[in-house]
């Protein structure tokens, strides 16, 4: 008999290991706890095993709640964690997020999905290959290694002392990368060109942009202005933005700024 599961919070994260786990036969699912009964009752059903709200015996935990709530939850659990294995999926809070359950006689990680859980049923369809980000007592990650590579995940271990910093890095790939998008949009749209054309100018721009990041690294993938050395063109391009908007201004101000680190570090590798 697989070891049982008991699942704390069952979002989408929650919720759709719990599947994944309970489809691959890595864990029995025990009970599953969210903020209500209908949510968990839910959550059981969209898993497939499990019972709502009830949390019996188990020898593993997932905190699958937010950031905010690991450590509250936790400290109300400890008296139940001894001997159990104890894991966070935060990107952001690193697994001393659970010292009360260490405390009481648990092992505890982190395990952090590295991807969006939007639509939880697509990505259970779809979450082999995932990278997931790992970090805690080598106890806990001597069962959780094997239970997520069951699952399909592969595992990258990280510095548990800059979680913070590790998942800025997420928040630069993704949610800022909307952000940069978002202005150069506007700023085609000031120039008189309609917003579908203004997606359609700056489609091609970025895909191959980005993929020649990922192909040969941000040094070789540089071009423009500053790569060029032409700062003139630059603040021209700064003080038009600043005439225009002064929020996208200070934001083409500041990555100009780190575009200059870059160019620099580009220069010195080929020196």
Known sequence: MPPVLN???????GRTLGRLFAQAGVFGIGGVRTRSRASAQEAVDFIGAGQAEELPAAAVWMLAVGDDAIAPVCTELAPRLRGAVVFHCSGAKASSELAAARAAGACVASVH?????ADPAAVAAHFGGTWCGIEGDAAALAVLRPAFEAIGARLVPIDAAAKTV????????????VTVMDAALRAYQAAGVPPEV??????????ETLANVLRLGPEAALSGPIARGDMATVARQESSLMAWDASTGALYAALAAATVDLTRRRNDCSA
């Open 166 to 177: 590790y998942h800025a890095a997420a928040v630069f790939a993704s949610n800022y990368l």
């Open 113 to 117: 999905p590295i991807r969006s859980f």
């Open 7 to 13: 699942i704390v919070g069952a979002g989408h994260v």
């Open 198 to 207: 203004a997606r359609e100018l700056a489609g091609p721009l970025a895909t």
